[in-house]
Protein backbone atom coordinates (compact mmCIF):
# COMPACT_ATOMS: atom_id res chain seq x y z
CA UNK A 1 0.00 0.00 0.00
CA UNK A 2 1.26 3.39 -0.61
CA UNK A 3 -0.21 6.79 0.74
CA UNK A 4 0.82 10.38 -0.09
CA UNK A 5 -0.39 13.90 1.97
CA UNK A 6 -0.93 17.39 1.50
CA UNK A 7 -2.10 20.11 3.08
CA UNK A 8 -3.65 22.90 0.82
CA UNK A 9 -3.72 26.82 2.67
CA UNK A 10 -6.41 29.00 2.18
CA UNK A 11 -6.98 32.78 2.81
CA UNK A 12 -10.41 33.50 2.04
CA UNK A 13 -10.62 37.43 2.44
CA UNK A 14 -14.43 37.44 3.45
CA UNK A 15 -16.13 35.72 6.16
CA UNK A 16 -17.61 33.13 3.64
CA UNK A 17 -16.44 31.62 -0.15
CA UNK A 18 -16.61 28.45 -1.49
CA UNK A 19 -12.79 27.17 -3.74
CA UNK A 20 -12.66 24.46 -6.52
CA UNK A 21 -9.99 22.19 -5.53
CA UNK A 22 -10.36 19.93 -7.87
CA UNK A 23 -6.95 20.71 -9.81
CA UNK A 24 -5.10 21.19 -6.41
CA UNK A 25 -6.52 17.59 -5.77
CA UNK A 26 -5.89 16.06 -9.10
CA UNK A 27 -2.48 17.56 -9.40
CA UNK A 28 -1.57 15.85 -5.81
CA UNK A 29 -2.52 12.55 -7.07
CA UNK A 30 -0.48 13.16 -10.18
CA UNK A 31 2.57 13.83 -7.45
CA UNK A 32 1.41 10.61 -5.51
CA UNK A 33 1.72 8.11 -7.88
CA UNK A 34 -1.04 6.25 -6.79
CA UNK A 35 -3.41 4.54 -9.54
CA UNK A 36 -6.11 2.90 -7.38
CA UNK A 37 -7.16 3.72 -4.17
CA UNK A 38 -9.15 6.43 -2.51
CA UNK A 39 -8.64 10.10 -1.69
CA UNK A 40 -9.72 11.79 1.19
CA UNK A 41 -10.23 15.72 1.50
CA UNK A 42 -11.27 17.24 4.96
CA UNK A 43 -10.93 20.46 6.22
CA UNK A 44 -8.77 20.56 9.00
CA UNK A 45 -10.87 23.25 10.68
CA UNK A 46 -14.28 22.93 11.93
CA UNK A 47 -16.19 26.38 10.37
CA UNK A 48 -14.77 25.12 7.11
CA UNK A 49 -16.22 22.53 4.81
CA UNK A 50 -14.89 20.40 2.03
CA UNK A 51 -17.83 19.05 -0.50
CA UNK A 52 -18.66 18.00 -4.30
CA UNK A 53 -21.08 20.04 -6.31
CA UNK A 54 -21.26 21.70 -9.66
CA UNK A 55 -19.57 24.71 -10.51
CA UNK A 56 -22.59 27.12 -11.37
CA UNK A 57 -21.99 30.63 -9.49
CA UNK A 58 -25.54 30.71 -9.24
CA UNK A 59 -25.43 27.71 -7.45
CA UNK A 60 -22.75 29.21 -5.43
CA UNK A 61 -24.91 32.16 -4.34
CA UNK A 62 -28.11 29.74 -3.87
CA UNK A 63 -26.04 27.94 -1.25
CA UNK A 64 -25.18 30.91 0.19
CA UNK A 65 -28.71 31.88 1.29
CA UNK A 66 -30.01 28.78 1.88
CA UNK A 67 -27.54 27.60 4.47
CA UNK A 68 -27.78 31.96 5.74
CA UNK A 69 -31.83 30.94 5.98
CA UNK A 70 -30.59 27.37 8.13
CA UNK A 71 -28.39 28.73 10.22
CA UNK A 72 -28.62 32.73 10.36
CA UNK A 73 -25.10 34.67 11.58
CA UNK A 74 -27.09 37.24 13.22
CA UNK A 75 -28.19 38.09 15.55
CA UNK A 76 -24.55 36.44 16.95
CA UNK A 77 -25.97 36.50 20.70
CA UNK A 78 -28.72 33.84 19.87
CA UNK A 79 -25.84 31.21 20.04
CA UNK A 80 -24.51 30.26 23.57
CA UNK A 81 -21.14 29.32 21.35
CA UNK A 82 -20.46 32.70 20.76
CA UNK A 83 -20.78 33.18 24.78
CA UNK A 84 -17.06 32.53 24.84
CA UNK A 85 -16.21 35.61 22.36
CA UNK A 86 -16.72 33.98 19.14
CA UNK A 87 -18.99 35.07 16.67
CA UNK A 88 -18.96 32.07 14.60
CA UNK A 89 -21.27 29.81 16.00
CA UNK A 90 -23.29 29.83 12.80
CA UNK A 91 -20.03 28.93 10.80
CA UNK A 92 -20.03 25.50 13.01
CA UNK A 93 -23.26 24.97 11.87
CA UNK A 94 -23.17 25.74 8.27
CA UNK A 95 -20.17 23.32 8.01
CA UNK A 96 -22.25 20.58 9.28
CA UNK A 97 -24.99 20.41 6.63
CA UNK A 98 -21.97 21.06 3.84
CA UNK A 99 -19.92 18.02 5.62
CA UNK A 100 -16.45 18.02 6.65
CA UNK A 101 -15.03 15.40 4.19
CA UNK A 102 -15.24 13.43 0.84
CA UNK A 103 -14.22 10.38 -0.01
CA UNK A 104 -13.19 9.77 -3.91
CA UNK A 105 -12.24 6.80 -5.65
CA UNK A 106 -9.21 6.67 -7.66
CA UNK A 107 -9.46 4.49 -10.92
CA UNK A 108 -6.36 4.00 -13.45
CA UNK A 109 -4.62 6.77 -12.06
CA UNK A 110 -7.84 10.01 -12.10
CA UNK A 111 -10.38 11.07 -9.89
CA UNK A 112 -12.97 8.63 -10.79
CA UNK A 113 -16.09 11.21 -10.72
CA UNK A 114 -19.25 11.70 -13.02
CA UNK A 115 -20.00 14.64 -14.93
CA UNK A 116 -19.86 17.22 -13.01
CA UNK A 117 -18.27 16.64 -9.91
CA UNK A 118 -15.83 19.24 -9.05
CA UNK A 119 -14.31 19.00 -4.79
CA UNK A 120 -15.20 22.69 -3.12
CA UNK A 121 -13.58 23.81 -0.55
CA UNK A 122 -15.97 25.63 1.72
CA UNK A 123 -15.17 28.83 4.40
CA UNK A 124 -17.56 29.95 6.86
CA UNK A 125 -15.33 31.49 9.08
CA UNK A 126 -12.71 33.16 7.29
CA UNK A 127 -9.91 36.08 6.48
CA UNK A 128 -7.51 34.04 8.48
CA UNK A 129 -5.24 31.29 7.09
CA UNK A 130 -6.71 27.60 7.40
CA UNK A 131 -6.16 24.10 5.76
CA UNK A 132 -7.72 21.69 3.79
CA UNK A 133 -5.46 17.99 4.16
CA UNK A 134 -5.60 15.24 0.83
CA UNK A 135 -4.76 11.95 2.12
CA UNK A 136 -4.68 9.06 -0.30
CA UNK A 137 -4.12 5.43 0.04
CA UNK A 138 -3.66 2.74 -2.61
CA UNK A 139 -1.17 1.42 -5.13
CA UNK B 1 -3.97 -4.73 -1.65
CA UNK B 2 -6.99 -5.66 -4.23
CA UNK B 3 -9.73 -3.18 -5.93
CA UNK B 4 -12.83 -3.37 -7.76
CA UNK B 5 -15.40 -1.13 -9.35
CA UNK B 6 -18.70 -1.21 -11.10
CA UNK B 7 -21.58 1.63 -11.83
CA UNK B 8 -25.29 0.89 -10.89
CA UNK B 9 -27.15 2.70 -13.21
CA UNK B 10 -30.56 3.98 -12.19
CA UNK B 11 -33.38 5.83 -14.41
CA UNK B 12 -36.21 6.91 -11.58
CA UNK B 13 -39.38 7.34 -13.44
CA UNK B 14 -40.44 10.21 -11.22
CA UNK B 15 -38.60 13.57 -9.57
CA UNK B 16 -37.74 12.03 -7.00
CA UNK B 17 -37.56 8.85 -4.85
CA UNK B 18 -35.32 6.24 -3.08
CA UNK B 19 -34.07 2.46 -3.99
CA UNK B 20 -32.61 -0.06 -1.30
CA UNK B 21 -28.98 -0.54 -3.36
CA UNK B 22 -27.90 -2.78 -0.09
CA UNK B 23 -28.46 -6.08 -2.41
CA UNK B 24 -26.46 -4.80 -5.06
CA UNK B 25 -23.33 -3.47 -2.92
CA UNK B 26 -23.63 -7.09 -1.25
CA UNK B 27 -23.15 -8.53 -4.79
CA UNK B 28 -20.49 -6.28 -6.23
CA UNK B 29 -18.71 -7.26 -2.48
CA UNK B 30 -19.62 -10.69 -3.23
CA UNK B 31 -17.65 -10.43 -6.81
CA UNK B 32 -14.62 -8.49 -5.62
CA UNK B 33 -13.46 -11.51 -3.42
CA UNK B 34 -12.83 -8.69 -0.70
CA UNK B 35 -12.77 -9.84 2.88
CA UNK B 36 -11.45 -7.09 4.61
CA UNK B 37 -10.99 -3.48 3.61
CA UNK B 38 -13.71 -0.41 2.87
CA UNK B 39 -16.62 -0.06 0.34
CA UNK B 40 -17.23 3.27 -0.68
CA UNK B 41 -20.78 4.20 -2.22
CA UNK B 42 -21.17 7.84 -4.28
CA UNK B 43 -23.48 9.19 -6.32
CA UNK B 44 -21.97 10.10 -9.45
CA UNK B 45 -24.43 12.96 -10.12
CA UNK B 46 -24.66 15.99 -8.10
CA UNK B 47 -28.33 15.84 -7.68
CA UNK B 48 -28.58 12.80 -6.60
CA UNK B 49 -27.40 11.04 -2.87
CA UNK B 50 -25.94 7.86 -1.58
CA UNK B 51 -26.94 7.68 2.52
CA UNK B 52 -27.55 4.92 5.08
CA UNK B 53 -30.61 4.67 6.92
CA UNK B 54 -34.20 2.46 7.60
CA UNK B 55 -35.90 0.81 4.60
CA UNK B 56 -39.26 1.88 5.98
CA UNK B 57 -41.94 3.33 3.68
CA UNK B 58 -43.22 6.23 6.76
CA UNK B 59 -39.69 7.73 7.31
CA UNK B 60 -39.30 7.61 3.21
CA UNK B 61 -42.42 9.97 3.21
CA UNK B 62 -41.24 12.07 6.31
CA UNK B 63 -37.73 12.38 4.36
CA UNK B 64 -39.83 13.95 1.10
CA UNK B 65 -42.07 16.06 2.96
CA UNK B 66 -38.81 17.31 5.39
CA UNK B 67 -36.52 18.20 2.30
CA UNK B 68 -39.24 19.49 0.33
CA UNK B 69 -39.53 22.17 3.90
CA UNK B 70 -36.12 22.74 3.69
CA UNK B 71 -35.05 23.32 0.30
CA UNK B 72 -38.40 23.57 -1.67
CA UNK B 73 -38.60 22.88 -5.22
CA UNK B 74 -41.36 25.86 -6.48
CA UNK B 75 -41.05 28.68 -7.37
CA UNK B 76 -37.87 27.23 -9.17
CA UNK B 77 -37.44 31.38 -9.88
CA UNK B 78 -36.31 31.71 -5.73
CA UNK B 79 -32.95 29.82 -7.12
CA UNK B 80 -30.16 31.77 -9.01
CA UNK B 81 -29.30 28.36 -10.29
CA UNK B 82 -32.23 28.18 -12.39
CA UNK B 83 -31.76 31.02 -14.41
CA UNK B 84 -28.99 28.72 -16.46
CA UNK B 85 -32.31 27.15 -17.27
CA UNK B 86 -32.53 24.47 -14.85
CA UNK B 87 -35.19 23.64 -12.48
CA UNK B 88 -33.08 21.47 -10.48
CA UNK B 89 -31.37 24.02 -7.85
CA UNK B 90 -33.21 22.49 -5.09
CA UNK B 91 -32.13 18.76 -5.98
CA UNK B 92 -28.42 19.98 -5.33
CA UNK B 93 -29.25 21.16 -1.52
CA UNK B 94 -31.45 18.13 -1.14
CA UNK B 95 -28.85 16.14 -1.73
CA UNK B 96 -26.33 18.16 0.20
CA UNK B 97 -28.61 17.37 3.28
CA UNK B 98 -28.39 13.51 2.41
CA UNK B 99 -24.65 13.18 1.43
CA UNK B 100 -22.95 12.15 -1.61
CA UNK B 101 -21.45 8.94 -0.59
CA UNK B 102 -21.30 6.61 2.41
CA UNK B 103 -18.39 4.49 3.16
CA UNK B 104 -18.81 1.09 5.09
CA UNK B 105 -16.24 -1.50 6.62
CA UNK B 106 -16.05 -4.93 5.08
CA UNK B 107 -15.34 -7.89 8.10
CA UNK B 108 -15.16 -11.12 7.07
CA UNK B 109 -16.51 -10.81 3.77
CA UNK B 110 -19.58 -8.86 4.68
CA UNK B 111 -21.14 -5.51 5.14
CA UNK B 112 -20.15 -4.43 8.41
CA UNK B 113 -23.56 -2.99 9.55
CA UNK B 114 -25.74 -2.89 12.71
CA UNK B 115 -28.82 -4.29 12.79
CA UNK B 116 -31.01 -1.57 10.35
CA UNK B 117 -28.68 -0.41 8.29
CA UNK B 118 -29.19 -0.04 4.18
CA UNK B 119 -28.01 1.72 1.53
CA UNK B 120 -30.19 3.83 -0.32
CA UNK B 121 -29.75 5.71 -3.76
CA UNK B 122 -32.21 8.92 -3.06
CA UNK B 123 -32.77 10.70 -6.21
CA UNK B 124 -34.07 14.33 -6.36
CA UNK B 125 -33.98 14.99 -10.48
CA UNK B 126 -34.92 11.70 -12.22
CA UNK B 127 -36.64 10.53 -15.46
CA UNK B 128 -33.30 10.22 -16.81
CA UNK B 129 -30.42 7.38 -16.97
CA UNK B 130 -27.89 8.18 -13.69
CA UNK B 131 -25.48 6.53 -11.67
CA UNK B 132 -23.82 5.79 -8.63
CA UNK B 133 -19.85 4.04 -7.77
CA UNK B 134 -19.32 1.10 -5.94
CA UNK B 135 -15.33 1.16 -5.03
CA UNK B 136 -13.86 -1.60 -2.69
CA UNK B 137 -10.20 -1.74 -1.44
CA UNK B 138 -9.23 -3.83 1.09
CA UNK B 139 -7.84 -8.01 0.64
CA UNK C 1 -2.66 -4.10 3.91
CA UNK C 2 -3.35 -4.48 7.70
CA UNK C 3 -6.79 -3.83 9.53
CA UNK C 4 -8.47 -3.24 12.57
CA UNK C 5 -11.93 -3.05 14.06
CA UNK C 6 -13.67 -2.54 17.59
CA UNK C 7 -16.84 -1.43 18.90
CA UNK C 8 -17.68 1.20 20.90
CA UNK C 9 -20.90 0.88 23.36
CA UNK C 10 -23.17 3.66 24.65
CA UNK C 11 -25.88 4.15 26.92
CA UNK C 12 -26.96 7.48 27.17
CA UNK C 13 -29.53 7.58 29.97
CA UNK C 14 -31.77 10.56 28.01
CA UNK C 15 -32.92 11.28 24.30
CA UNK C 16 -30.49 12.81 23.11
CA UNK C 17 -26.26 13.22 24.02
CA UNK C 18 -22.87 14.42 22.69
CA UNK C 19 -20.11 12.16 23.77
CA UNK C 20 -16.34 12.99 22.65
CA UNK C 21 -14.96 9.53 21.75
CA UNK C 22 -11.96 10.86 20.75
CA UNK C 23 -9.81 8.96 23.17
CA UNK C 24 -11.32 5.72 22.85
CA UNK C 25 -10.35 5.92 18.39
CA UNK C 26 -6.93 6.82 19.87
CA UNK C 27 -6.73 4.22 21.96
CA UNK C 28 -8.10 1.99 19.14
CA UNK C 29 -5.39 3.63 16.81
CA UNK C 30 -2.59 2.61 19.24
CA UNK C 31 -3.92 -0.86 19.71
CA UNK C 32 -4.40 -1.61 15.69
CA UNK C 33 -0.28 -0.76 15.03
CA UNK C 34 -1.19 0.93 12.34
CA UNK C 35 0.56 4.52 11.05
CA UNK C 36 -0.46 5.30 7.98
CA UNK C 37 -3.97 4.54 6.38
CA UNK C 38 -6.93 5.66 7.12
CA UNK C 39 -9.95 5.44 10.27
CA UNK C 40 -13.59 4.88 10.00
CA UNK C 41 -15.91 5.71 12.56
CA UNK C 42 -19.30 5.01 12.18
CA UNK C 43 -22.51 5.15 14.25
CA UNK C 44 -24.15 1.46 13.78
CA UNK C 45 -27.80 2.34 14.62
CA UNK C 46 -29.92 4.85 12.29
CA UNK C 47 -31.16 7.16 14.61
CA UNK C 48 -27.07 8.11 15.91
CA UNK C 49 -24.61 10.00 14.20
CA UNK C 50 -20.86 10.10 14.24
CA UNK C 51 -19.49 13.65 13.65
CA UNK C 52 -16.20 15.90 14.18
CA UNK C 53 -16.45 19.47 15.29
CA UNK C 54 -15.44 21.45 18.83
CA UNK C 55 -15.35 20.49 22.23
CA UNK C 56 -17.51 23.19 23.45
CA UNK C 57 -20.51 23.02 25.95
CA UNK C 58 -22.04 26.03 24.34
CA UNK C 59 -22.04 24.87 20.93
CA UNK C 60 -23.26 21.55 21.76
CA UNK C 61 -26.66 23.11 23.17
CA UNK C 62 -26.32 25.74 19.57
CA UNK C 63 -26.70 21.80 18.04
CA UNK C 64 -29.27 20.52 20.31
CA UNK C 65 -31.41 23.81 19.93
CA UNK C 66 -30.51 24.26 16.20
CA UNK C 67 -31.70 20.48 15.28
CA UNK C 68 -34.85 20.82 17.06
CA UNK C 69 -36.06 23.45 14.87
CA UNK C 70 -34.78 21.32 12.00
CA UNK C 71 -36.76 18.16 12.52
CA UNK C 72 -38.76 18.65 16.19
CA UNK C 73 -39.80 15.69 18.18
CA UNK C 74 -42.76 16.90 18.87
CA UNK C 75 -45.87 16.39 17.49
CA UNK C 76 -44.88 13.25 17.04
CA UNK C 77 -47.73 12.49 15.07
CA UNK C 78 -45.94 14.78 12.08
CA UNK C 79 -44.13 12.19 11.26
CA UNK C 80 -45.48 8.93 9.35
CA UNK C 81 -42.65 6.86 10.46
CA UNK C 82 -44.06 7.01 14.01
CA UNK C 83 -47.16 5.19 12.87
CA UNK C 84 -45.02 1.76 13.21
CA UNK C 85 -45.21 2.33 17.22
CA UNK C 86 -42.33 4.44 17.40
CA UNK C 87 -41.73 8.22 18.23
CA UNK C 88 -38.03 8.70 16.95
CA UNK C 89 -38.69 9.72 13.55
CA UNK C 90 -37.36 13.03 14.62
CA UNK C 91 -34.09 11.12 15.39
CA UNK C 92 -33.50 9.94 11.92
CA UNK C 93 -33.93 13.61 10.19
CA UNK C 94 -31.28 14.85 12.98
CA UNK C 95 -28.76 11.96 12.11
CA UNK C 96 -29.04 13.03 8.90
CA UNK C 97 -28.22 16.08 9.25
CA UNK C 98 -24.89 15.53 11.80
CA UNK C 99 -23.63 12.46 9.75
CA UNK C 100 -23.56 8.63 10.19
CA UNK C 101 -19.77 8.54 9.83
CA UNK C 102 -16.48 10.18 9.81
CA UNK C 103 -13.16 8.82 7.82
CA UNK C 104 -10.07 10.10 9.56
CA UNK C 105 -6.36 10.00 8.11
CA UNK C 106 -3.94 8.21 9.63
CA UNK C 107 -0.51 9.90 9.70
CA UNK C 108 2.68 8.29 11.64
CA UNK C 109 0.43 6.61 13.81
CA UNK C 110 -2.06 9.81 14.85
CA UNK C 111 -5.41 11.23 14.00
CA UNK C 112 -4.49 13.64 11.21
CA UNK C 113 -6.13 16.26 12.71
CA UNK C 114 -6.58 20.25 12.95
CA UNK C 115 -6.24 22.01 15.78
CA UNK C 116 -9.86 21.75 17.22
CA UNK C 117 -11.02 18.39 15.61
CA UNK C 118 -13.01 16.20 17.77
CA UNK C 119 -14.90 13.18 17.11
CA UNK C 120 -18.71 12.74 18.78
CA UNK C 121 -20.90 10.01 18.83
CA UNK C 122 -24.11 12.07 18.84
CA UNK C 123 -27.23 9.91 20.18
CA UNK C 124 -30.76 10.92 18.91
CA UNK C 125 -32.89 8.22 20.86
CA UNK C 126 -31.05 6.84 23.53
CA UNK C 127 -32.19 5.19 26.89
CA UNK C 128 -30.68 2.15 25.41
CA UNK C 129 -27.20 0.34 24.60
CA UNK C 130 -26.15 1.09 21.62
CA UNK C 131 -23.04 0.93 19.20
CA UNK C 132 -20.39 2.92 17.00
CA UNK C 133 -18.08 0.82 15.09
CA UNK C 134 -14.38 1.46 14.31
CA UNK C 135 -12.41 0.17 11.69
CA UNK C 136 -8.64 0.83 10.89
CA UNK C 137 -7.05 -0.23 6.93
CA UNK C 138 -3.55 0.92 6.29
CA UNK C 139 -0.28 -0.26 7.41
Given at each position: ??????E?W???????G??N????V??A???S?????F??????????????????????????????????H?????????????????????????G????????????????????????????????????????
Open positions: MKSYRKLFNIPSRRFVITPQEELAEGISDGVLVNAMHITASVFINDDERGLHGDYERWLEGLAPEPIDQYRHNDTGEDNADAHLKRTVMREVVVAVTDGKLDFGPWEQIFYGEFDGRRRKRALIKIIGE
